[in-house]
């Protein structure tokens, strides 16, 4: 069963796969600073269609030019000649940390072992004989575990995105997204892009994003500022908020244009936080008085269950869409969160990310 990485497997996993310099490089020092931009992606070999390759970065164009021998420290795998050049189909950002994208990285690499899916969820291609990593998967295979890392409790809260590229103009495997060959569906809180044509103008659109976001916030030396400098209320208790507020006193402001909303990082958490436990109580109120009908509609079970005398892939849209709103999450009884997810500014009312809002109150570098 699979776990959270330890120190000593993440300075191995770097090792083992060149894509960073050495741990003891990035080691953290001082009090914790979240990742500007860190992704998990999937190669597709562009000579061998059906060959892939699922890598982690905070640099996806730079580590697109070491696979493919441009540049030093790519991967063994990618390196054989048959198999290049590669191309960069996918990728899913927007985590917290580098040490939560090397574990969204293992599950994806083995989703036969990972504790993020559920054990008769599990979507993985044909054993392998070791028992390790090297099974052969489909393009199918492979989405529908990335959908199923996204939906488990331990990612869905973490605002990731997914961007694919035709890179020129082989759509196939966004094709292949929509499709949804094996019937796993995520809620409309997922943002899924097909806008850019490459991962390099994807990557650049999102550091300017943050960095806009963060031309919002004043620094001098180590003191932060949120927002208007004059706006030095909390916008939810009413309290001063200090220029050197750390911890729950650290400042938060709005990321949206034309909003000048700031207050304590706790006020706001937990304001978040109240909303989001009403919702789940009304939720889990509501799917117990629908509980008699609960076993009607079984979830899909690796595209090969029968609906209506049909295969999963052959129903419409309408069926699969009844399908997925009786198979949602409904919560747990008793189990609710203690870091917010999201909620809506209470200034400009635009929905507001708590792992976006976080990042852009942290300055470059």
């Keep these: 069963m699979d776990r959270p990485l330890t ?21 953290i020092k001082g009090p914790f600073k979240p990742s500007d931009f860190y992704c998990v992606y999937l190669l597709n070999s562009i000579s061998r269609r059906r060959s892939f390759y699922v890598g982690s970065t905070p640099n996806p164009p730079r580590r697109l030019l070491q696979h493919n021998g441009h540049q030093s420290m790519g991967a063994k795998r990618t390196s054989k000649e048959d198999l290049r050049p590669w191309e960069m189909v996918a990728i899913v950002h927007g985590f917290p940390s580098k040490i939560v994208a090397l574990q969204y990285e293992r599950a994806l690499q083995k989703p036969q072992i990972t504790r993020f899916i559920k054990h008769h969820e599990r979507i993985s291609g044909s054993s392998s004989s070791s028992g390790g990593g090297n099974a052969s998967r489909t393009v199918h295979q492979y989405l529908a575990n990335v959908r199923l890392l996204l939906k488990c409790d331990y990612f869905r809260r973490m605002n990731l995105k997914v961007d694919f590229f035709a890179n ?3 759509d196939q495997v966004y094709e292949s997204w929509i499709e949804n060959k094996y019937g796993v569906f995520l809620g409309e809180e997922y943002q899924v892009r097909n806008s850019f044509k490459d991962v390099g103008e994807c990557y650049l659109d999102c550091m300017g994003t943050l960095k806009k976001q963060r031309q919002k916030y004043y620094y001098n030396d180590e003191e932060t500022v949120v927002g208007n400098e004059k706006n030095s209320d909390c916008g939810v208790c009413g309290g001063i908020l200090a220029k050197d507020g750390i911890g729950q006193w650290r400042s938060l402001g709005c990321y949206h244009e034309n ?7 706790r006020c706001i958490a937990d304001s978040f936080l109240e909303v989001e436990t009403q919702i789940i109580k009304e939720g889990l109120k509501k799917n117990k008085n629908n509980k008699k009908n609960k076993n009607k509609n079984k979830p899909p079970g690796g595209g090969k269950s029968k609906y209506f005398g049909s295969s999963y892939s052959q129903l419409s849209q309408s069926a699969k869409l009844l399908i997925s709103n009786q198979t949602m999450d409904k919560g747990t009884e008793g189990v609710y969160p203690i870091l917010p ?3 809506k500014c209470p200034s400009c009312e635009k ?4 792992n ?3 990042k ?3 300055p470059d570098g």
Aim: glycine fraction near 10%; hydrophobic fraction near 30%; charge should be negative.
């Design 7 to 27: 120190n000593e497997e993440i300075i191995h996993e770097e090792e083992a796969s060149q894509d960073e310099p050495p741990a003891s490089q990035s080691i």
């Design 351 to 354: 929905m507001l990310y708590w």
């Design 360 to 362: 852009s109150s942290y």
């Design 259 to 265: 909003c000048e909303f700031s207050g304590h990082l």
């Design 341 to 343: 997810f999201r909620g």
């Design 168 to 170: 020129g103009g082989y």
């Design 356 to 358: 976006q809002l976080i």
